[in-house]
């Protein structure tokens, strides 16, 4: 069950509500998040809601059987939309291209792929500073410098970041460059982590597990959420299985799915999810259709001198065809 409270509950009103829950047995978490104040409750004993709901100090209430309640749709039906400022907004109605680089490499190639993105009014830079690798002695990311750097060179040109952070210890240093926090494969389970972006008035994009199953992956948002975030994208990029044609197993149903079960925007991996650069294209088609609310892509202006993931990544011509038939697919979308 979910409680909103009202904004200006008194603490007496609040201790009301408290005891009413108490003697019906339930257990009740407060989370403040940036947009409102809850309640979560967890109990098993029947009652009339409408005895809660009528106190003082509560604006809604809501069952949800969910044991993931904050990111379910049966609390919330309208649709999270997560804005990022000057006009750019990510979720239903406000489809978001993301592109950039696997790793940042140099100031030269940031300037490359600025140029790119603001000629195709593509709004958002992806790309790594930190970059966990299976092997420990390949390429892994410029670090802050390189942070601070990019972040300056897209500000000035109107280019939003998103940036992988690997350990709950680069938050704080991060913060003042970064517009969305990543959370990768690896980390879909790292809770420390989780718990830690709850606390940061940044959104969150959060990738699917290695192996993560859908329920994994909700509970991990409600762990960002519980804590006080709720500016949460979440992002299908394909799921480790026994085919060894590809990179991952991209989970085309997943995007349908997950739009059924949260109110959060869904991201859509292509890169990852196929790991081949030629039937990148077709899969980002296909995750459009299937309802994504934005594609994450991987681009270079020569993919074959990479410093990462080069096998995937689109060139700067690839990827202008993949944003013209994008946007010529929603177009067809909004009429479904």
């Not at 257990?27 to 403040?32: D, G, N, P, W, Y």
């Not at 939309?81 to 109605?93: A, W």
Request: glycine content about 8%.
């Amino acid at each position: 069950m979910i409680i909103q409270l009202e904004p200006n509950i008194q603490p007496g009103q609040l201790q009301g509500v408290e005891k009413a829950l108490e003697a019906i047995r339930y257990r009740a978490k407060r989370v403040t998040t940036q947009q409102a104040d809850y309640l979560v409750c967890v109990g098993k004993a029947p009652f009339d809601i409408r005895s809660i709901g009528i106190l003082p100090g509560v604006r809604d209430i809501h069952r949800v059987s969910d044991s993931y309640k904050l990111v379910s749709r049966k609390w919330r039906v309208e649709d999270t939309v997560i804005d990022l400022g000057n006009g750019l907004k990510v979720g239903t109605g406000h489809f978001a291209l993301m592109a950039g680089p696997c790793s940042i490499e140099s100031e030269a190639q940031v300037d490359e792929v600025i140029a790119h993105l603001v000629a195709n009014e593509v709004r958002i830079m992806r790309g790594g500073v930190y970059k966990p690798r299976s092997s420990p002695y390949s390429f892994r990311g410029l670090g802050m410098e390189g942070l601070r750097m990019w972040h300056e060179k897209a500000r000035a040109a109107g280019i939003r970041i998103i940036t992988e952070v690997m350990m709950v210890e680069q938050i704080d240093a991060m913060a003042p460059y970064v517009d969305i926090f990543q959370v990768g494969a690896r980390n879909a389970q790292n809770f420390n982590l989780l718990d830690a972006l709850g606390g940061v008035d940044k959104p969150v994009l959060l990738k699917r597990g290695v192996s993560g199953t859908l329920s994994e992956l909700l509970h991990a948002a409600e762990y960002i959420f519980s804590n006080g975030n709720e500016r949460i994208l979440l992002c299908e990029r394909g799921i480790r299985s026994y085919e060894t044609a590809y990179r991952n197993t991209f989970d085309i149903n997943a995007i349908a799915v997950l739009k059924e079960k949260t109110h959060l925007p869904v991201i859509a991996d292509p890169s990852h999810g196929i790991g081949i650069r030629r039937f990148v294209p077709r899969i980002a088609l296909a995750a459009t259709v299937a309802g994504a609310d934005g594609l994450l892509m991987e681009v270079h202006a020569q993919p074959e001198q990479a410093l990462s993931d080069g096998q995937q990544t689109l060139s700067f011509g690839e990827a202008r065809r993949v944003y013209e038939h994008v946007r010529e697919l929603l177009h067809l979308r909004a009429g479904w």
